[in-house]
């Protein structure tokens, strides 16, 4: 019997979809769990009768079953997990072989990982699929990093099984050394975190805000996927906000408001952070998700604490068309975040990113697919050195026409007491950018003041630093100056 081209351990939902995916395609597939059952149930069941697809019992026959280079991917839990089984395989593999970490692990242990496998011969690939279930089936967007060397061996899989354009361009393509593959999954993740909030900040000014049904909300989102909001999240939104559960009634009015997360868009944060990149809308997604959290806090607290008691009494559509603006203000404000800090950790890491390349991977199978991704790659193809998004001409148009649509958007919230902590985040960067003089002169002034941390001056030199002695009392001496 012919041996397998790749290998697959860990048969849960994507592992199943990505293995009958690449059977589709014409490649042989060993099939692993540590679960002997859930390989059998798979084998037995969506795979039945499926001659490129080939169950095994043991690591050692899994093994066994493989062509040269050996390609194993795994699609197990992020962590400890992905670790034990690269020592549970490592004693069957030879020099060249190719281990492939596809789950959703932080970008560090990729880094580790790429250097502790090449000491040894072996080739690391940490590659972020993204698309769920229907994208693993279908075609996932995947951006694969790690050991170089390893790429030629997977590409025509990759590429083969992942989403493509319309031009039929595939959403796959090398990403970079290391951790760099999941680096960019992992920001991937943290502007699906902003996106997803900014649609539920516009869900509830909607609801709550100007008293829409859930039919008329369904229509409203089946416009905006329409128009320039074009994308995978907009039309599932106008998919849930249409559903009726057995009762007739809007299923999502019954799902409890405390969201969960897995992560990434924490991960992407502190990452900002670490780098001081100024990241905040995908920063303020994460903590509206801590915040919903905290339900029973709030629910006590909707019992003594009030807001105003203002009602809408504007025009709806127009309020409507304003927040489709709004919308679309933050995705870019949201996006061009996210590339600086791609941009940064790149820098740092001394990765070379495609950032065109990147835009086109995220054009299709992932959960951040839009319209308005191929704008971005015209952006980076047109200018590799781009300093950021909103710099190019068709993103700072965009901005500067759609600005009084959010701020009036943002207004009409305050005034009802609706929360939007991403629509407010994505005009404060927005502000805070264009603006040639912010406020730091004081709060370097401060710092100086109190502990005497020095400060550069307008009318000398960058990089000469000085100290005022603001009480008389304090002295002379300063600290030293140094950046975290």
Not at 29 to 55: H, L, Q, S, Y
Not at 439 to 464: I, M, V
Request: negative net charge; aromatic residues 10%.
């Amino acid at each position: 019997m012919e041996k397998a081209d790749i290998g697959l351990i860990g048969l849960a939902v994507m592992g199943q979809n990505l293995v009958l995916n690449m059977a589709d395609h014409g490649y042989s597939v060993a099939v692993f769990n540590r679960t002997t059952k859930k390989m059998t149930d798979f084998i037995e069941g969506p795979a039945k009768g499926n001659e490129n697809v080939i169950g095994t019992e043991t690591i050692e026959e899994f093994v066994s079953q493989l062509k040269r280079p050996k390609r194993i991917m795994l699609m197990v839990k992020a962590g400890e997990v992905v670790d034990r089984f690269i020592e549970t395989v490592l004693p069957f593999l030879e020099e060249g072989d190719i281990i492939i970490d596809g789950g959703n692990s932080h970008f560090p242990d990729s880094n580790r990982r790429t250097k502790f496998l090449a000491e040894k011969g072996i080739r690391f690939i940490g590659t972020g699929v993204s698309g769920g279930e229907e994208g693993a089936r279908r075609g996932p967007s995947m951006m694969p990093g790690g050991n170089a060397e390893a790429w030629p061996h997977v590409k025509k899989i990759f590429q083969d099984i992942s989403a493509k354009t319309e031009d039929g361009e595939a959403c796959c393509d090398w990403v970079g050394n290391d951790g760099a593959g999941h680096y960019v999954k992992m920001v991937h993740n943290g502007i699906e975190y902003g996106d997803m909030q900014l649609i539920s900040e516009a869900y509830q000014l909607l609801h709550d805000g100007i008293g829409m049904n859930y039919d008329e909300m369904h229509e409203v989102f089946d416009n905006y996927n329409k128009g320039p909001l074009d994308s995978y999240l907009i039309e599932i939104t106008r998919d849930i906000l249409g559903f009726r559960d057995e009762n007739g009634e809007a299923l999502v009015e019954k799902i409890l408001d405390t969201a969960g997360q897995k992560g990434t868009g924490k991960w992407t944060g502190i990452s900002a952070l670490d780098l001081g990149m100024p990241v905040t809308l995908i920063g303020e997604s994460v903590f509206s998700r801590c915040l919903s959290a905290l339900k029973d806090e709030r629910v006590a607290a909707s019992k003594k604490i009030s807001g105003p008691e203002a009602e809408f009494s504007g025009n709806r559509d127009e309020f409507v068309a304003q927040l489709e603006q709004a919308l679309l203000f933050s995705k870019i404000i949201s996006y061009a975040q996210g590339f600086m800090l791609m941009k940064e950790a790149a820098k740092v890491n001394d990765w070379v990113l495609n950032y065109g390349a990147i835009a086109l991977m995220w054009r299709g199978g992932c959960i951040i697919r839009s319209a308005f991704l191929g704008k971005i790659k015209d952006a980076y193809q047109k200018n590799p050195d781009l300093s950021n998004l909103i710099m190019d001409d068709y993103f700072r148009e965009i901005l500067v026409k759609a600005q009084s649509s959010l701020r009036k958007v943002i207004a009409t919230a305050v005034e009802l007491g609706i929360p939007v902590p991403t629509l407010s985040t994505a005009l404060a960067f927005f502000d805070g950018y264009r603006s040639a003089k912010l406020p730091a002169n004081l709060l370097q002034a401060q710092r100086d003041y109190f502990g005497a941390h020095s400060y550069e001056r307008t009318d000398k030199n960058r990089g000469e630093f000085f100290h005022t002695n603001w009480t008389g009392t304090g002295g002379n001496v300063s600290s030293s100056t140094y950046e975290v």
